[in-house]
């Protein structure tokens, strides 16, 4: 595995005393130290109008930050055993640790040729959910090697709602025992939002009739995917459709490879299904 790091850059910064060089210094010290993971941050997960506010806050966060980069360490090492032993892992892990602005927790993006897992430290959450962010994501980085059509930047909305649920359905076999809420949201707030997930089970399964060939990035789409709701659904509601689907599959017999390697033709047909006999009166 190899690992980056911008904590210690970042320290340098936020050790400064003064908030205005603090804020010069996060773009000509930190930032142009790591060149090519602010380009890949600041092209859809992290915005650059926050950095003042990032630098402004950085000199209370060095102890939180510390403890995140030993802790993320520690658990990006337990997942990667965890998905090897499955099975599951078998290319090199390229992982990035940085310091960013609260925009995002993680990701998966291309790295210098190769697909690699992005943590923000700074908004990595606390323990357990931290580990079943990191899982997550990891499912992720598996996913665009086992099915490369999953590493584009955009793909058809059945295709998401096939990665997305694949990941946390992965998430709950390799770390049972926590709640729904925990596996969709990392955290236990949410369990309103899981009943209005049932409650609206019809109006997901039309709007993904209706949508199953659009980009994921369409607004046409923006409550399956985005923290955003409309057409009388909850926001996210992809994510729950596809868990559903997903642990269907597996209950079926279908393995955790087998569910993370679906190409498109698959994804699209089981969404069309469920989505079919979930719309029927």
């Known amino acids: 595995m ?30 142009a130290t790591f060149p090519s993971v602010f380009e890949v941050y600041y092209s859809a997960w992290g915005s650059p109008a926050k950095r003042g506010d ?16 030993g802790r993320a360490r520690h658990l990006v090492a337990q997942a990667e055993n965890d998905f090897r ?25 291309e790295h210098k040729g190769q697909r690699s897992l992005f943590l923000a430290l700074e908004y990595l959450g606390t323990p357990s959910f931290d580990d ?34 694949a990941a946390t359905a992965t998430s709950r076999v390799l770390r049972p025992g926590h709640t729904d809420s925990a596996y969709l949201w990392m955290d236990d707030d949410h369990q309103e939002w899981l009943n209005n997930c049932d409650a609206s089970a019809a109006a997901i399964a039309s709007l993904l009739l209706r949508h199953a060939d659009t980009p994921d990035d369409d607004g046409a789409v923006a409550p399956l995917f985005r923290n955003r709701p409309g057409h009388g659904i909850p926001a996210r509601a992809g994510y729950w459709a596809g868990e559903r689907i997903a642990r269907a599959m597996l209950q079926d017999g279908t393995d955790l490879r087998e569910l993370l390697s679906v190409k498109p033709p698959e994804a699209r047909t089981r969404v069309i299904k469920w989505a079919t006999a979930t719309h029927s009166p």
């Open 132 to 165: 079943l962010l990191v899982v997550h994501e990891l499912s992720h980085v598996v996913q665009a090697q086992l099915s490369p059509a999953t590493g584009a930047r955009t793909y058809a909305s059945s295709l998401a709602v096939m990665v997305e649920g």
């Open 2 to 31: 190899e690992i980056i790091s911008t904590v210690e850059a970042w320290r340098e910064m936020a050790e400064l005393p003064n908030a205005d060089d603090r804020a010069a210094a996060w773009v000509t010290n930190y930032e």
């Open 54 to 69: 990032a630098a402004s806050q950085a000199h209370g966060l060095i102890d939180q930050i510390l403890a995140a980069e």
């Open 85 to 109: 032993e499955a099975g599951l892992l078998q290319e090199e892990l390229s992982v990035v640790l940085l310091v960013g602005a609260h925009t995002s927790n993680g990701w998966v993006a």
